[in-house]
């Protein structure tokens, strides 16, 4: 046994780290990382307040939970999973050197997008036809601010995605250039991750 626990902790067996071993690092921008962080601290909050106010009104929550469009939910949910997979897909061929590629991939995270907006505003209107406003109840002051909130950052990634496919068409990513990509990526990812504990707490969960 002590031969094989010195077997295990020799460092004659661990794998040789050298000059040339790739160095692990994070993807993208650092200042991406640290807005994300902050990002995901404010909806934290948001959702901890929520959950505070749920406990105590659960049958007004549950009751006008009921009235929102699940369906639309999880279509939207859908869209921004497909998304992220065609953002990732745009990333693994910007790093195999296929530029033009990836900008096609990211157009079709665009249309996903963009697909999530257009049902989002099928059901606001539908909800505001119906009455609904930030001060007809407390359900629909959290449900609104915070399907809002999210919803300001699916534009703001529109826009950076828009703005990666445009650089991607142009050539300038590539295996030696992913910053840009990947900090877009990033944020993008962020965004779903968002709407994956966003679409469960709010039109879901009881």
């Not at 200042?31 to 901890?48: T, Y």
């Not at 909130?149 to 990666?164: D, P, R, Y």
Request: neutral net charge.
């Amino acid at each position: 046994m002590n031969t094989c626990v010195q077997t295990l902790v020799s460092p004659s067996a661990l794998p040789a780290v050298t000059s040339d071993s790739p160095a692990r690092r994070l993807p993208g921008d650092l200042a991406i990382w640290f807005f994300i962080l902050a990002e995901l601290l404010a909806f934290g909050a948001f959702f901890i307040v929520y959950a505070f106010a749920r406990a105590n009104n659960v049958e007004l929550f549950n009751e006008q939970q009921m009235a929102l469009d699940r369906n639309a939910g999880a279509i939207n949910t859908i869209l921004l999973l497909t998304s992220s997979y065609l953002v990732v897909r745009a990333v693994q061929a910007a790093e195999a050197g296929q530029g033009r590629r990836a900008a096609t991939w990211i157009a079709g995270g665009f249309a996903c997008g963009a697909g999530f907006v257009v049902v989002k505003l099928f059901e606001y209107a539908a909800k505001f036809e119906a009455g609904v406003s930030l001060s007809s109840s407390t359900f629909h002051m959290f449900y609104l601010v915070l399907t809002f909130f999210h919803f300001m950052h699916v534009i703001l990634g529109l826009v950076i995605l828009a703005a990666l496919w445009n650089n991607a068409r142009r050539g300038r990513y590539g295996p030696d250039n992913m910053n840009g990509i990947e900090t877009g990526a990033a944020y993008w990812h962020m965004v779903d991750l968002v709407w994956l504990i966003l679409f469960p707490l709010v039109y879901v969960m009881r």
